[in-house]
């Protein structure tokens, strides 16, 4: 009995060990993270609202071309499409078109669901995913599920207001960590499911 119960909590020890070690090295690559190639063109860019700089940042990238159409997924029903191109006021201007906004995602999976119809739809295969760093990995997550077959360059955006000094950073760290391990542990049991093309559908 007593055997048993030093090898519970050895197994306990290890495992709080292990998820500790997960903590900190995602809450230093949440720090560390630069964005994939950043010169590189792709079909598309992706932006799911939720996070400080994410738009303004989408706005950029498709200001200096390095797409030919931008998609924000998450935006809110009364927002629309001139709403967010006065948000940008930089040079070069916005390409005259093609901004598309998705207004029915609340969540990343949500978000990676709508992406999923909007990029099968177009026929797409790169996209750039802009996110907030500490969000990448989960949405990247999600996104990758998603969009089997799909090049998804990652465009992380720092935070610049705080860092680990800052409780915030801690309590928004934490909870993405977990909320990664949940969904990676679901995702592990779910098959992808091959993108719908034009073709399919005749």
Request: charged share 25%; proline share 5%; with cysteine.
């Amino acid at each position: 009995m007593l055997k048993t119960i030093k090898m519970i909590a050895l197994a306990l020890v290890g495992t709080i060990f292990l998820w500790l070690a997960g903590y900190v090295a995602f809450s230093v690559s949440a720090l560390a993270a630069k964005a994939q190639h950043p010169g590189e063109t792709t079909d598309a860019i992706i932006v799911p609202t939720g996070g400080n700089n994410r738009v303004k940042t989408g706005l950029e990238l498709f200001a200096q071309g390095r797409a030919s159409h931008l998609f924000i997924s998450g935006v809110n029903p009364k927002t629309t499409k001139w709403e967010i191109m006065k948000l940008w006021d930089g040079e070069p201007a916005l390409p005259p078109c093609c901004l598309t906004l998705g207004h029915e995602a609340e969540t990343t999976r949500e978000n990676a669901q709508e992406a999923r119809k909007w990029v099968s739809e177009h026929e797409y295969t790169s996209v750039r995913l802009v996110t907030s760093g500490y969000h990448m990995s989960r949405a990247l997550l999600e996104f990758r599920h998603a969009l089997p077959g799909i090049e998804i360059i990652k465009h992380p955006v720092p935070y610049k207001d705080y860092g680990p000094t800052d409780k915030r950073f801690w309590t928004i760290t934490f909870s993405e960590y977990n909320k990664r391990l949940y969904r990676g542990f679901l995702l592990s049991f779910t098959p992808k499911e091959k993108l719908e093309t034009k073709e399919d559908d005749e």
